[in-house]
């Protein structure tokens, strides 16, 4: 049987979202797409990995420092592409909650704060979905944002090429099942067996997981 030759999209922050609260953010990504792509079935030709660069906080100031040191490891995998959108600021006026007896309450006072957005990834994720059509058979998106259903949908109806789901959620929307041939789920136990090891080495030395990352922190 021949291979299809497979390339992965991958929402850097819709993944995050799904691993924030986990201690498996030091993932793998080569062996995540690996974990649910059969070999016999797929040969991954190209991984590209959407994302932002992130802007420190007050309450997190490492933040940044975390996320360099987890794109050094993600310029390890040699058929990983790295495209950058931006964050942005805007301004964001709602009523301030206070937290009582174990949950937030919604007040009466009206609050304008800054509030950082990453931009970009989904229209990047989308033409570069289009524009590399003639060099894949299959083609997985890795996230579970539906407003990239229409170029799903219209390259696996006017191209022919076969389209994957990987979710970090648990629920795959309609529109995204609509536009794919098949949907996978992404599992905590194959996010426990898809970490970097705590110790990598690169062309400027050895750098080490986030101590903030380790699994068992």
């Known amino acids: 049987m021949k291979k299809l030759k497979t390339f992965i999209y991958i929402d850097g922050f819709n993944l995050y979202y799904r691993l924030k609260h986990t201690p498996c953010r030091w993932l793998n990504l080569q062996k995540l797409s690996e974990a649910y792509l059969t070999s016999e079935k797929h040969k991954i030709m190209q991984i590209k990995y959407f994302t932002a660069l992130v802007k420190g906080t007050l309450e997190d100031r490492l933040n940044i420092t975390r996320q360099h040191i987890y794109l050094r490891a993600l310029n390890t995998i040699p058929n990983l592409e790295i495209i950058f959108g931006q964050f942005k600021k805007r301004q964001v006026t709602g009523l301030k909650c206070h937290y009582e007896n174990g949950q937030y309450v919604e007040g009466n006072e009206l609050v304008t704060i800054s509030k950082w957005e990453e931009k970009e990834s989904d ?35 006017n191209f022919k090429k076969r389209i994957g789901i ?52």
């Open 123 to 157: 229209v990047n994720i989308a033409t570069h979905i289009v524009a590399d059509v003639d060099q894949y058979d299959c083609a997985i998106l890795i996230s579970n944002d539906t407003d990239l259903k229409t170029p799903l949908k219209y390259v696996k109806e």
């Open 166 to 217: 990987i979710s970090p959620r648990r629920n795959i929307h309609i529109d995204l099942r609509d536009a794919s041939h098949f949907q996978k789920r992404i599992s905590n136990n194959v996010l426990k067996q898809c970490q970097f090891p705590e110790k990598m080495k690169d062309e400027k030395g050895e750098f080490f997981c986030p101590p903030k990352w380790k699994q068992n922190s």
